[in-house]
């Protein structure tokens, strides 16, 4: 891996969250039955489909399917890619999963340039535009400009959106879920090696790394990122690879969530303080719900 350094500005927020799923039906019902509400589907010019889950922080989950194999051929040999570790990363690790971390940008371009300077770009911006339906049915057009980072050997990837056209409906149905959750709080890496996995997240977020009893944690200006070693092989997945293992949510009263889980017969174990429920198909990651302070 190229050497890496911390870029001279203010680090990057979290964006959104993707995760691959064999089926956007099954993930729906997954979703819902956990508590959120899940926007309508949503189509790329790629090929691939989403059915995102928003936050009133405007962070958000992308549940994503495959979708139009023409499409995603095209995309492909095109170079796009989005599409490309997605595929990628169903190969390698399967139809279900966590793959991408998103960070929030103003200037895409510029963070190409940033990644493709430190040696880290995954391959050329994308630049595209869908259609947006909200919760009454209203619809206007989203555009988004990305650029992608990587480690040579890892699966899951990095990119950083810049939305360009943010769709001017109204959200806040879709903002609103009966679990109470009303951020991405945390999300948890767990890395073959860690140091060189932490090198990388701060040098793609521009976050500075703090020791922890647990592992290393990178704070961002809306959520936290942690890095803990993997208990994989490294003959399992190559040299310095990780995975994006749990995304912890912050909740506005634990004990409404932990009865609602309840009645919905859903499994959990306490962490931390926190409520943990295993990943399963259409939940590509383990999630933590946690109480907001």
């Not at 959120?36 to 922080?57: I, K, L, Q, S, W």
């Not at 040999?77 to 190969?91: C, I, K, M, Y």
Request: net charge negative.
């Amino acid at each position: 891996m190229a050497a890496m350094s911390l870029p001279d500005r203010p680090p990057l927020s979290i964006d959104h969250l993707v995760l691959p799923t064999q089926s956007l039906a099954t993930a729906r019902a997954r979703l819902e039955a956990l508590g959120f509400t899940v926007a309508p589907e949503g189509v790329h010019p790629f090929g691939t489909r989403n059915a995102c889950v928003y936050f009133a922080d405007g962070t958000f989950l992308e549940p994503l399917e495959r979708g139009d194999a023409a499409l995603r051929a095209d995309a492909e040999r095109d170079g796009n890619v989005f599409v490309t570790r997605d595929s990628l990363f169903r190969e390698r690790i399967g139809p279900e999963g966590f793959s991408a971390l998103v960070f929030a940008t103003g200037d895409a371009a510029a963070d190409h340039r940033r990644f493709r300077d430190a040696g880290l770009s995954a391959g050329d911006v994308l630049f595209f535009s869908r259609p947006f339906v909200d919760a009454e049915g209203r619809s206007d057009v989203a555009s988004f400009r990305l650029a992608f980072a990587a480690a040579e050997e890892a699966t899951s990837f990095f990119f950083a959106c810049e939305r360009v056209n943010a769709p001017s409906v109204d959200r806040s149905r879709l903002q609103s879920h009966r679990n109470g959750v009303v951020r991405i709080a945390a999300v948890t890496i767990a890395a073959t090696d860690p140091a060189s996995t932490v090198a990388l997240v701060a040098a793609i977020s521009g976050a500075g790394a703090v020791e922890g009893s647990a592992g290393v944690r990178l704070d961002l200006p809306n959520a936290r990122i942690n890095v803990v070693a993997s208990a994989r092989e490294e003959a399992e997945c190559g040299p310095g690879d990780f995975t994006f293992e749990s995304v912890t949510f912050a909740v506005r009263d634990l004990a409404d969530t932990r009865a609602l889980l309840e009645d919905r017969g859903t499994v959990w174990q306490k962490r931390n303080g926190g409520l943990a429920v295993q990943k399963t198909a259409g939940q590509g990651a383990e999630f933590i719900f946690e109480e907001s302070v």
